[in-house]
């Protein structure tokens, strides 16, 4: 495939403010984020969002991917996408969130592994720890989607948990983005 990676520096500042945002959003409004946390693995509301940009996502990586000698898959291929993107919304009901995020997780590491790829300062592992934590946890959420509500269930269940969780978001998004603006 003919592209050039994200620069470092955009993903880490981007990513960093991902993460100051969203944990900053569920210290500030913690009960609600809860409440939305329990619900989030069987919404099929999200699920179908989230989904839906995997399909996007991956129908656009299938059209501009280079094939190869194997080009004669293209086609199938694209066309195939739109039949099994139906086929999952239509049959797979249960935990259609965790498995659509699952899918994103995964389809999301990759940027980042390519923009902090054979990279010069240290401090990209930060980029490249939290791609490979999206890969884990997507093809445990897409497999074992039930694992989404058991982390969830487990995370909720001390509200030491909860803030130790939130706080390390904060601390990972904020040196994310010290080291994009000082070292990248």
């Given at each position: 495939m003919n592209h050039s990676?994200?620069?470092?520096?955009?993903?880490?500042?981007?990513?960093?403010l991902l993460l100051v945002a969203t944990h900053a959003l569920?210290?500030?409004r913690a009960d609600a984020v809860r409440e939305w946390l329990v619900r989030l693995p069987r919404s099929r509301e999200v699920g179908l969002v989230v989904?839906?940009?995997?399909f996007i996502w991956t129908w656009l990586l299938a059209y501009r991917m280079d094939w190869g000698e194997?080009?004669?898959?293209?086609?199938p291929v694209l066309v195939g996408l739109p039949v099994v993107y139906y086929l999952v919304i239509r049959y797979v009901d249960e935990f259609l969130s965790?498995?659509?995020?699952?899918i994103l997780g995964l389809l999301a590491a990759a940027p980042l592994l390519d923009a902090a790829f054979l990279r010069p300062p240290e401090s990209r592992l930060l980029v490249v720890v939290l791609a490979y934590a999206w890969i884990i946890l997507g093809m445990f959420w897409v497999g074992q989607p039930h694992l989404l509500r058991d982390q969830v269930g487990w995370l909720l269940r001390s509200a030491a948990r909860w803030r130790l969780a939130v706080g390390?978001?904060?601390a990972y998004g904020a040196v994310m983005i010290v080291c994009a603006l000082a070292f990248y």
């Amino acid at each position: 495939m003919n592209h050039s990676p994200l620069p470092l520096k955009l993903v880490g500042i981007v990513v960093g403010l991902l993460l100051v945002a969203t944990h900053a959003l569920a210290f500030y409004r913690a009960d609600a984020v809860r409440e939305w946390l329990v619900r989030l693995p069987r919404s099929r509301e999200v699920g179908l969002v989230v989904l839906t940009v995997d399909f996007i996502w991956t129908w656009l990586l299938a059209y501009r991917m280079d094939w190869g000698e194997f080009y004669y898959v293209q086609t199938p291929v694209l066309v195939g996408l739109p039949v099994v993107y139906y086929l999952v919304i239509r049959y797979v009901d249960e935990f259609l969130s965790a498995r659509a995020l699952g899918i994103l997780g995964l389809l999301a590491a990759a940027p980042l592994l390519d923009a902090a790829f054979l990279r010069p300062p240290e401090s990209r592992l930060l980029v490249v720890v939290l791609a490979y934590a999206w890969i884990i946890l997507g093809m445990f959420w897409v497999g074992q989607p039930h694992l989404l509500r058991d982390q969830v269930g487990w995370l909720l269940r001390s509200a030491a948990r909860w803030r130790l969780a939130v706080g390390a978001g904060l601390a990972y998004g904020a040196v994310m983005i010290v080291c994009a603006l000082a070292f990248y």
